[in-house]
């Protein structure tokens, strides 16, 4: 069985669904028999040392979060090393200033111009994460634009159909607003889903069986 570790440091804004996210990571890897959860607040878990427990490491942080240069590495080392990173929602919305993470991960975020229901375009239709979704979805999230993304770097699963939002509220001009994505780095894999904002979707069947793909693929447990 896997060991995967959260953390939910919020040293920006503090996103309402964590409580529900914690418990859900965890019943997720009980329920599947994939994996067992550890949760924290404490950046204290980003170590070396800790780090070796761990097969995935899963972010929902916001802000700057308090690591040292060691600890920088060696988050940065474990997913070189061939393990596995997975970064939900807001995990895009933190370590700024630490431009190693945004290039491991793929982007930044850039704005929420929409918080709504939209069409969800499957562009990856035999992903774990998704194929259980078919080749569009509707949902009610807060949708993120990023910067410093650049889909020649990745690989993306899903992305948001431009027609179902007011399009001109983006912070995008080449209008690719990916939601999903995922590629190697090192030896190991980074997988991002940009959903996850309200708390009554952790609930729901079908985004815990996408939260079970993206930790899958990431794992090598499915391609």
């Avoid at 669904?17 to 019943?27: D, G, Q, R, S, T």
């Avoid at 972010?59 to 393990?83: C, H, S």
Wanted: net charge negative; with cysteine.
């Amino acid at each position: 069985m896997l060991n995967l570790l959260m953390l939910r440091h919020s040293a920006g804004y503090e996103h309402s669904y964590l409580p529900n996210a914690e418990v859900a990571i965890k019943e997720i890897g009980t329920e599947s028999g994939l994996y067992t959860a550890t949760t924290t607040h404490g950046c204290e878990c980003i170590s070396a040392e800790n780090l070796q427990n761990y097969d995935v490491v899963a972010f929902a942080t916001t802000g700057e979060l308090p690591l040292d240069d060691g600890q920088k590495q060696a988050l940065l080392e474990f997913v070189r090393n061939g393990k596995a990173f997975f970064g939900i929602h807001n995990a895009t919305d933190t370590c700024y200033e630490w431009p190693e993470y945004g290039a491991m991960l793929g982007a930044y975020f850039n704005g929420h111009p929409w918080h709504q229901e939209v069409v969800v375009n499957v562009e990856d239709t035999g992903h774990p994460a998704v194929r259980h979704l078919g080749t569009s979805f509707s949902v009610v999230d807060e949708i993120y634009t990023m910067r410093d993304f650049d889909r020649a770097k990745t690989h993306v699963y899903m992305s948001i159909e431009n027609s179902s939002v007011e399009v001109e509220k983006s912070t995008r001009e080449d209008g690719d607003h990916a939601l999903g994505w995922c590629h190697a780095y090192g030896d190991g894999r980074v997988i991002y889903s940009g959903l996850g904002h309200p708390d009554a979707l952790w609930s729901e069947p079908w985004f815990r069986e996408h939260i079970l793909g993206c930790i899958k693929w990431a794992a090598r447990i499915e391609e």
